[in-house]
């Protein structure tokens, strides 16, 4: 029969463990961005490999270091493998105990190495802590992971049963036989059974680990690529790869299938160019210059085109990648077309709304300054006709009480306007159209002035054929002819006339007030009609004004769907027009 030496088998197991050690070093390369805790089994094996080549120096080297910290190195790699597994499964605890059991061991040792020295006492306490320790394992990977993960972490689990059974059995057999020999290497088949099995099952724990570590990585890209895929395609964005070698497109994602109307069938194996992607070609030019100086692009607007031809606004960012050592190019394309139509209605209505706040500022400001005047003069005429009276001095009295009237009668004529215009702004004049006779409504505005136009002897005329029936507000219309025939009063000399006329056209109907008065100058012509411009010029006998009534004027005349617009010369007169469309009439 042959002995098979202990120490060759030692040897033997030295370099296995250098095997396993180098597997496990690899398995810590590929996947030690990926999970935590591989590190620590990286350091177990290395303990392993210590602890063997430690006690293979048996009789080399002080037994201190060959029988104590050789056997503890072993412990303490199997502890730290058991704290690198708690991590890579996410279930770390405490190790306290493992740590007084190390120590407790160490100090088992050393006392039955060197102040009683007993070789089976020393097997007894290996083969204990082993026990305990394998236990711990097998109960990690067996218990305490959740149900999803035992398929992950049953093989391993197994082989630490397998250990403890080992150990147990050793254990056993210290009670069942006495042994009497201090030589390690001289101990005897059951301790050479106990090293071979130690050495089949370090091979089969190395193994198991390697399956256990590549089918978590499996799973973790596996879930990963799902991940991807589904982030890849349910993004609204589209998103292109393509080969950098013949710009063709190898991917796509259902955002770019829905932003261009091309299908993946239709688009890979294509190029952008040959699929009219972009509406310039040189904007392409212009991406893969940017590429090629800084490797990424960044949000740069350009025109795209659909299927269909029609354009669209895009945002692309792009960056090369590398797929299976190939140089790649992902794109990715925001559509900003009604982001960009929805910020530029925004800046216009912003616009606006600024242009509205500071012409409204300015004509409040000029209808304050309006106001103020005549009040002054009332306050001021008045005062001085108190003192008058007072006095008994009655001269000129008739002449301030006609400023008096005058001045009242402009912050009524004002005041009246304002008054219709806040209700305008408001929306509180309703736009009412109904069918009436042109000529009776003029009649009632020209009887209404008839005193201001028979003070300075100016003559009202109509050129408007009978039963001229149009289809418009009436209380608007009334505001605008009565605005523009007491304007063309005011700025009409005396003996002056004053023509109103009207005239159906296809479109609708076009209404005129004519006066051969002072006329308007170009500078102020482009101030007619606008609320922040102050156009308040004398009439021929001083008469003041605001351009309240022309604005108010304006706004009637656009509410009705028309224009209103002036034609002047200084010394001839003036003409305003405004249009009804037929739609109204």
């Known amino acids: 029969m042959i002995n098979i030496d202990l120490r060759t088998i030692f040897l033997n197991y030295f370099f296995t463990d250098i095997v396993c050690l180098l597997v496990m070093f690899m398995l810590w390369r590929q996947s030690r961005k990926r999970f935590e805790g591989i590190s620590y089994l990286v350091i177990y094996y290395l303990f392993q490999v210590i602890g063997l080549a430690l006690i293979f120096l048996r009789g080399h080297v002080p037994d201190f270091i060959s029988i104590d910290v050789s056997n503890t190195f072993v412990v303490a790699g199997s502890v730290v493998g058991l704290i690198g597994l708690e991590y890579f499964l996410g279930k770390r605890t405490k190790q306290i105990h493992n740590y007084l059991l190390i120590v407790a061991y160490f100090c088992v040792h050393i006392y039955f190495t060197f102040i009683k020295p007993d070789l089976e006492v020393r097997n007894l306490n290996s083969a204990i802590i082993h026990m305990l320790l394998s236990a711990q394992f097998a109960w990690l990977l067996l218990k305490r992971v959740p149900e999803n993960m035992r398929s992950l972490t049953r093989n391993v689990g197994i082989v630490m049963v397998l250990y403890s059974l080992i150990n147990s059995v050793r254990i056993v057999e210290f009670f069942l036989n006495q042994h009497t020999t201090q030589d390690y290497f001289s101990a005897g088949k059951f301790e050479t059974f106990v090293i071979l099995s130690y050495q089949l099952l370090f091979i089969l724990l190395t193994f198991t680990f390697a399956l256990m570590i590549n089918k978590r990585l499996l799973n973790e890209i596996t879930t990963q690529e799902e991940k991807f895929s589904k982030a890849f395609h349910s993004v609204p964005y589209a998103i292109i790869v393509t080969r950098l070698s013949d710009g063709k497109l190898i991917e796509v994602n259902k955002g770019f299938e829905t932003m261009t109307d091309y299908t993946s069938r239709e688009a890979i194996g294509k190029t952008s160019s040959s699929l009219n992607l972009w509406k310039n070609i040189v904007d392409r030019q212009k991406v893969t210059t940017t590429l090629r100086s800084n490797e990424k692009v960044k949000e740069m607007e350009f025109e795209f085109q659909k299927k269909s031809g029609e354009q669209f606004a895009g945002l692309i960012s792009s960056e090369i990648i590398h797929i299976d050592n190939e140089e790649c190019l992902i794109s990715i394309i925001n559509d900003v077309t009604l982001k960009k139509a929805h910020e530029l209605e925004l800046r216009n ?237």
């Open 349 to 585: 209505q912003a616009s606006q709304l600024t242009e509205l706040n500071a012409t409204k500022d300015k004509f409040f400001s000029i209808i304050a300054h309006d106001l103020k005047n005549p009040f002054n003069s009332i306050v001021g005429l008045s005062e001085v006709l108190v003192l008058q009276a007072e006095e008994k001095n009655f001269d000129g009295i008739k002449k301030f009480a006609e400023s008096i009237h005058q001045s009242s009668l402009r912050v009524m004529d004002l005041l009246l306007n304002l008054m219709v215009w806040s209700k305008s702004q408001s929306q509180g004049i309703r736009f009412s159209p109904e069918k009436f006779e042109l000529n009776l409504l003029i009649n009632e505005i020209t009887l209404l002035l008839s005193n201001n136009a028979e003070q300075k002897s100016i003559a009202i005329e109509k050129e408007i054929a009978e039963n001229t029936m149009i289809f418009a507000d009436k209380a608007m219309t009334n505001t605008i002819l009565r605005n523009l025939i007491s304007n063309a009063i005011k700025f009409t000399s005396s003996d002056g006339k004053i023509l109103v006329s009207a005239e159906k056209q296809e479109n609708g109907v076009i209404i005129k007030v004519r006066d051969n008065g002072v006329g308007i100058s170009k500078t102020e012509l482009e101030k007619l009609f606008r609320i922040d411009e102050n156009h308040s010029t004398p009439g021929t006998q001083n008469e003041q004004g605001t351009g309240l009534g022309l604005i108010l004027c304006k706004e009637f005349v656009e509410r009705h769907g028309g224009k209103i617009w002036v034609e002047s010369e200084v010394g001839l007169g003036s003409t305003f027009y405004f249009t009804i469309p037929a739609e109204s009439i």
